[in-house]
């Protein structure tokens, strides 16, 4: 990390280092001290107390370098962006082609027949590209998560009251104290056995608002291994492809 440099304006600003990756900076009200976070979807995250000068950021990133490239490597954040030749979506075990057109087009479309995407615009751009094929996901996750849902609530006996699906970054999903379930779109990228579990595990929340032991042996009496499926859960953000 040789060179580095600060973009956009100081509230939301952004260190580029030599391993082409983007470090975000947040300043943040309750931040009492600076710190470092490390997501595989948010990246490397710099927080600054509101009040603090961000002339001790760069000291503080190279004072820390050693764990800022280890968390970079661990969590694939070096992996190069590239757009997506194929895709499955492992939940209802289907597989898609991804072609691209390049054409005097002014905008970007995407057609899919016989499970092949086709994307067409005036060139390949990666942001364009990824956002249609973002948009595409997120119908496909609302087309098939909430039917998933529903299926696994009448096994179970757990009710619910309603469904949304979001993109969320840190969560695959959540329970609302009345009843109401949030899953990530990403789920329709997991295995089913994975996805099922997450769906089951916020139909427990709706009977338990907590992680107490009332809770996880609620979650065991429908998931008998899941203490395999939780430790699967936190390795597979780091599966899911570059691209999303």
Known sequence: MDSKRIITNPDQASLDF??????????????????INAHPDTGIEVVVPKRMSLKHVQPFIQQHQEWINNQVTKLGLDRPLELPENIQLRMINEHWQVHYESGNRRQYRLKQHNNTLTIAGPDRDIDNCRGKLHQWLRQQARQHLPERLNQ???????????????????RWGSCSSIGNINLNDRLILLPAELANYVMIHELCHTRHMNHSARFWQLVKSHVPDYRTHEKQLRESRQQLPAWI
């Open 18 to 35: 030599s391993r082409a990756h983007e470090y975000r900076v947040r300043r943040s009200n309750r931040a009492k001290r600076m710190r």
């Open 152 to 170: 696994l609530s009448q096994q179970t006996g757990l009710s619910y009251n309603k469904v949304s699906i979001r993109t969320q970054r840190t």
